[in-house]
């Protein structure tokens, strides 16, 4: 049984174009996440949501809006997609509390061309 | 604010030798300190997680991790290398529960 899963896993598609990415967590979590990894592996927190509220939007374009339809999920929709916005988007989930392990999907695979 | 530092952007050991991987964090609280591994075209999983308890942490395939208050250091080391552990590997950092700090990550070579 997945814990943490995206869909889809690869998505290719053109500059200007609009796309969202699924996250659903199975674990009974209340904090969720977004990341997003560039091609040197760098991890970034984009997002998070504890029970359907945002908590914390790090600096990232306002073409970048999630959506938390209820606490087992959070999706990320992107707008007019750019060259730069290819990466590995992870999603992530936690319990609360500062000592919680997160567990993450295994990534979005984007690529704009 | 937290901030992690991997001294080391590219280690590489050869199998059956010790492993270290170098993590410095900064932190205005008492942190919780985790080690993730990614292998290639893989998610994250977690190897091991420090929370005030015992300073000496045992995570997963034989991995440990010293958290030094003094050295504000969580270096993660394993006695002997397997191929398997090829990977890349991140130190985390949270104050608060809510946002995680990752380090740059080291990538792990295991040289036969």
């Known amino acids: 049984d997945t814990a943490v899963s995206q869909t889809p896993k690869y998505l290719v598609t053109q500059m200007g174009n609009d796309k969202s990415i699924k996250c659903e967590q199975n674990l009974g979590h209340d904090t969720m996440y977004w990341y997003k990894q560039d091609s040197k592996k760098f991890l970034k927190i984009m997002f998070s949501?504890?029970?359907?509220?945002?908590?914390i939007n790090e600096t990232v374009p306002n073409r970048f809006s999630p959506k938390s339809p209820d606490k087992a999920h959070l999706n990320l929709h992107i707008n007019s997609l750019e060259l730069g916005d290819s990466a590995v988007y992870f999603c992530?989930?936690?319990?609360?509390?500062?000592?919680?392990?997160?567990?993450f999907g295994p990534g979005t695979r984007l690529l704009v061309l | 604010a937290q901030s992690v530092t991997q001294l080391d952007s590219h280690v590489s050991v050869s199998e059956g030798t010790p492993v270290l991987l170098r993590c410095n964090y900064s932190s205005s609280y008492s942190p919780s300190l985790f080690w993730y591994v990614q292998h290639p075209n893989k998610g994250l999983q977690l190897l091991l997680k420090y929370t005030s308890a015992a300073t000496l942490v045992k995570g997963i395939n034989g991995f440990e991790a010293e958290f030094k208050k003094s050295e504000t250091s969580f270096h993660l080391t394993k006695p002997s290398a397997h191929m398997s552990d090829a990977a890349e590997y991140f130190c985390v950092v949270s104050e608060n529960g809510q946002n995680f700090v990752f380090g740059p990550g080291t990538r792990l070579s295991v040289l036969p």
């Open positions: 949501y504890n029970n359907k509220e945002l908590i």
């Open positions: 992530a989930s936690s319990p609360d509390g500062a000592e919680e392990t997160q567990y």
